[in-house]
């Protein structure tokens, strides 16, 4: 019992740390320098690996090498895809069920959260998918739930790759966009500003994903951002 709540605690950091970019795209993990860094025995470790693998943040290949996934460009396209579906939906059942003015108000509430997060990246990140969640939360069906959950974690990593300090205040803006059209109960204004910031964040980060359209560049602005990478160093990512 005790080992599989330190296999889970295991997991719980490691995956904070491949969200946060602590871990970048195609790093290297080893077991026992994690099993030195967190005071734990290797096979808690084994086990998170495992599972995070079987998610898909970890690839293990044959022999025995781990890294963390890259941020490939067809798994960018899908997710925003599908993030664009939810999206447009979850807008239309908030009208129909009238919710859209306490939907406002919680995120008013979470853009000033957001605005007192931009010292620390991933704090940003992380408030800026609760506020995308509120209408999930609001509309209290299960299934829909399930389905934000599923692509949640990826907004947030790919929202951080996405991210640098020049962008905050656009995408503070656009938040801002998303509100006072629900404010004002204007729905196609909703979506239109929902779909303008998923757009700008998708743009962005095909721009520092590509660079002759077979094999990108993950710019390292957002990773230096955050860890202090020297200029000049890229992250190579390949379909």
């Avoid at 599989?4 to 080893?30: C, N, W």
């Avoid at 939907?103 to 998918?129: C, G, P, W, Y």
């Avoid at 990593?157 to 509100?179: K, P, T």
């Amino acid at each position: 019992m005790r080992e599989g709540r330190l296999a889970f605690d295991v997991y719980k950091k490691i995956k904070e740390g491949i969200l946060s970019l602590a871990y970048p795209p195609g790093a290297t993990l080893q077991e026992r320098q994690i099993a030195e860094r967190f005071g734990v025995s290797r096979t808690p470790v084994r086990e998170a690996i495992q599972c995070l693998a079987q998610e898909g943040w970890l690839v293990i290949s044959a022999r025995r090498y781990i890294q963390v996934r890259d941020a490939s460009t067809l798994n960018l396209r899908k997710l925003f895809d599908a993030r664009r579906l939810l999206a447009d939906d979850v807008v239309d059942l908030l009208f129909s069920e009238r919710m859209h003015a306490a939907v406002s108000k919680r995120m008013r509430t979470a853009v000033a959260a957001m605005s007192d997060a931009r010292e620390n990246l991933f704090a940003f990140i992380t408030v800026d998918q609760a506020f995308h969640s509120i209408a999930f939360e609001v509309l209290e069906n299960e299934y829909l739930q399930k389905f934000w959950q599923s692509v949640s974690e990826d907004m947030i990593w790919f929202g951080m790759l996405a991210m640098d300090e020049h962008r905050y205040e656009s995408v503070l803006q656009e938040h801002d966009e998303i509100v006072r059209a629900m404010e004002q109960g204007r729905k196609d204004a909703v979506k239109a500003a929902v779909m303008a910031h998923l757009d700008s964040t998708e743009a962005i980060l095909f721009g520092k994903m590509y660079d002759d359209g077979s094999c990108g560049n993950i710019s390292p602005q957002a990773l230096s951002f955050r860890r202090g990478l020297k200029k000049g160093v890229v992250v190579r990512t390949c379909e």
